[in-house]
């Protein structure tokens, strides 16, 4: 676990230029801002050619594609691809609806992904394993998970995050735990989507996928562990914007010493 | 007024896909996720065929709509109607903006709407009521509103809600009132869109709209009495994120603590 | 400074059309809604002339501009100009991607603004001269920024915000600053864009531009310092959250006290 990639996305200051989520996008910016971070949103493909040379690493978010979008998100990841900065893709419902699904494959066959970060029915429908999605939230499967994200991550050439209560983390070979977190994440729209942009500032900063995005998982979940340790009243409206305060002043000691993964 | 739908919404978590107004969408999911609901926003047509089937029930919002949403807005409606499931309409802005009207108009005639929820302005200008509107608020109007309730939902053959510091619903024969509430939702941009997705939550678990109706009304209104009780001193900032707070652990009984209806 | 104009804000409710970011366009409606304006968003052509008759003033923010939008912007614009409503022109990120100060030059090539505020980086590039920008925001320049800015306002014929922590302010002849103001507006996302729209408030009930963005700007700044003396530990979450509080109650006697001027 690399934690001193904190510092140094405090001190570069990476740009992330997201294809966003319209539900999520004002607290996705913020989270990214608060952490360190400089986000950038952008809807239209006639500026992507600029918007992805001025970006340290780019998110897409499929939590409200419209058929423009994905065109913008095509030439996105195809523009970062060429010129090598890291991709982050979060397939959001591709557990529970089909053209969701079409959709991320068709971008995955347009450009690759360095990290995708779903939650575990997302990670399993793009590994072509079973689950049991609901609508868009996770659902329940019985499968391995440990076993769908490795193999996952094999099949897409990329690092995988399924995120939830606890993190599974592959590179295809390794596997990682991150243990940390509260249920408030669970409870504010938008927890997913954060860390995805998250994950995104961090492999700005880390040339190995798999560390960045660990790191990226320990940092969030742990942030938010804090804050509950500190206000355990809080509920999901109170944690969103804490979460804010919290990104702004995490300390990588105060991290380390909660801090549970494997 | 059956307090014990809110047992059965957060048993169940019903699915309430929107068609949203972007200046409200972050709200409107915290509040559904919030209350117990599930929330899923979609703005490409494609989907929208998997998207209807997946919900419990439907909410559409004209906020901020377009020509290419109204094409959505029309197909989602049809296909829940097709599938028998409750559609809510929130009809902004149609007692200032000629083009939303008449926007509104076409879409009610390509589909029934279960409930529709507006301010006093909006529902009077469905109805054909004189009144006058002040940009997209409700105005103010000389007319009765409960006798504009009831005849626009015998009109528009649905249950109608005039929400405002007493919420006003009427199934086209029966008149409630919800006399709960506080300023500071007037205070919050994004309460009214709020509510009308709530209608929606509630609607997929009870097959009585005026019945669906009244509940929703009184536990939000009643829910941000219960916060301003509790916390005086709010101001529409603080208000706006304790009340997702109190949506996510207000208790029937708190509820009937203080409901005052009839 | 007239901050007797925050009453007649209050009194009067001026109805401000946006042409929004869909970033932080909830922020911007909250704090318009705050003050004690009255927001209304567009996003589709068909209804922009409507919305501008029924306006007091508009604000166009090119935060998240797509062709489309740009479309609506240019209409929104000259049908402002027509009816001699301030427009404001909020040119996010101009100095740093061509597309946008191409797009901000067109548009003020249809329409004249009555007010542009941006930061140094984004004023510096719409008057020509040279700045460093980092990615969408400010970055450092060595310019003299009162220079910039007066001459901005020359070139483009209009009165010219460039904000930051301390604001410069010109119509081409005179020159003012604010000095007041926290570091936690530029830790959250959106206190531009929500300046950008409370100049336009302060533009529909004040013939002299110079004079609403001077009040505008000190408006803004100072409930900010006001709310930071008052809780000093806020980070950017309790920070965006409290400023909502303090739009709504902050006394013109309260900033009299602070205000920090020339």
Request: net charge negative; proline share 3%; aromatic share 6%.
């Amino acid at each position: 676990m690399k934690l001193d990639l904190l510092a140094k996305l405090r001190e570069t200051n990476p740009i992330v230029l997201n294809a966003a989520n319209f539900v999520t996008v004002q607290d996705v910016a913020n989270g990214l801002n608060a952490l360190g971070a400089s986000p950038i949103m952008s809807k239209e493909i006639a500026e992507v050619e600029e918007m992805v040379q001025m970006a340290s690493s780019i998110a897409i978010n499929l939590g409200t594609l419209t058929k423009l979008q994905i065109m913008q998100m095509k030439e996105m990841g195809l523009l970062a691809a060429q010129a090598q900065k890291p991709i982050v893709l979060d397939p959001v419902a591709v557990g529970a609806v089909n053209y969701r699904l079409q959709t991320a494959q068709k971008l995955l066959e347009a450009f690759p992904a360095t990290i995708i970060r779903g939650n575990a029915g997302e990670i399993a429908a793009l590994g072509g394993f079973a689950w049991n999605a609901k609508g868009i939230d996770a659902g329940s499967g019985s499968g391995d998970l440990d076993e769908i994200t490795r193999k996952t991550a094999q099949k897409l050439h990329c690092t995988i995050i399924a995120s939830g209560v606890t993190d599974t983390i592959s590179d295809g070979q390794n596997i990682a735990h991150v243990y940390n977190g509260t249920p408030l994440f669970q409870a504010h729209v938008g927890s997913g989507d954060m860390l995805s942009s998250i994950v995104a500032a961090f492999a700005a900063v880390c040339d190995n996928s798999f560390e960045a995005a660990q790191t990226a998982c320990l940092v969030f979940a742990a942030t938010g562990e804090l804050l509950v340790n500190d206000h355990p009243e809080v509920g999901p409206g109170t944690f969103s914007m804490y979460l804010m305060d919290y990104l702004a002043k995490v300390k990588e000691t105060e991290i380390t010493a909660i801090a549970k993964f494997d």
